[in-house]
Each structure stands twice: as structure tokens, then as C-alpha cells.
């Protein structure tokens, strides 16, 4: 006949046992969707596409795959990163993928595809500039960050079909004349210059 202490013993190793057995089902459940959460993520900076898309008056607009409006800032026509802080990758968001991720271009994206390196990472490059996607936008085809002064230089939108460093960004509105866009409203008249 068993001893109150032996069913005792028995007792706590069966509730140690269930309690170990759970854990690893808890551990496995939880580890299934983290991982695949991993993977996808591995996927999505694994590879990126470049595509035209009209942007209101500005034209046929470079865009990344979800067709959101890409910019450039007017002090990396050389590749050199001057947008390095936290701030200004936070407001303005590097196109970034994978060491030896390809990069394709849709139709009508005439210019050269190359990158730069960000860390561990390589941020794409239009004929020699660093793109980034604007945190303002709200949508696709925007351009809310078109002309935006701000950490040490302008931004501009990026010309889908340009083919040449210093035509890639946007220099004037379709259906205007000129490197300038004026502006009347009652009582004032403002001039916005690209900045070149």
C-alpha cells in the first residue's frame, strides 16, 4: 500500500510533467507564427520594384511597388547619405532592401536602378540618388512632400522616366513653362524655384 508521501511525490512529478508538456505546446504555438512573421519579413526586403505612377500635376512620378510617391533630397545627387539621423529616417523613409536583393523597374521607369549602403542593408538609388517614401503621405500618388526644406537640403519628387542625374528630380509642373511654379493668391504672389 502506498504511503500518503509516496502518492504525494507522485502527484507533483505527474503535475510537473503536464506542466512541462504544456509549456512546450504554449512555446510551439506561440513560435509557428513568430517565425513565419521572420520569414515574411526576410521576403519582403528580399526583393523591390520601381514603377511609374501619375501624380497629380507633377506628371509621371516614381513610385515604389505600393505606388507610393518616392523623393529625393537635393544634397545626395552623388550618393552620399546626409539623411542619417533618426529624425530624418523616420520622416523620410529610405527604400531599403536586402544585400543582393534585385531591384526591377516597371514600364516607363527609364533611369539606372543601382543602391547605396545603409547599415546592413542597401537603400536603392535612381541614376545616382537615394530614394525615400514621405511619412506624410497618406496614400498612393501623393505629393505632400514636394519641396519640403528640411535636414539640410530640399526634397523633391523623382521623374519616372528620367535618364540623367541632375534630371531626375522634378524640376517643373506638367503643362507649365520654365524651372518655376508661381503661385497668385489674393494679395500675394510666391515664385517656388527648384533650387538647381
Known sequence: MKTQSSRQ??????LKSAGVV????IAAIVAVPLFAGAQQAKTLISKASVKEH???????VLTDSAGFSLYV?????????????????????PLLVAKNAKVTAGSGVKGKISHVTRGTKWQVTYNGWPVYTFIGETGPAKSNGEKIVA????????????????ATPVKKVSGTSGNT??????????TTAPGY
Open 151 to 166: 535636414f539640410g537640403g530640399t526634397w523633391y519628387l523623382v521623374t519616372a522616366a528620367a535618364t540623367t542625374n541632375s
Open 22 to 25: 504544456a509549456a512546450a505546446a
Open 181 to 190: 511654379t508661381t503661385t497668385t493668391t489674393p494679395g500675394a504672389t510666391t
Open 54 to 60: 501619375i501624380v497629380g500635376k507633377y506628371g509621371e
Open 73 to 93: 533630397l537635393s544634397t545626395e545627387s552623388k550618393g552620399k547619405l546626409h539623411c542619417t539621423s533618426t529624425s530624418c529616417t523616420t520622416s523620410w523613409i
Open 9 to 14: 511525490t507522485i502527484r507533483r512529478r505527474r
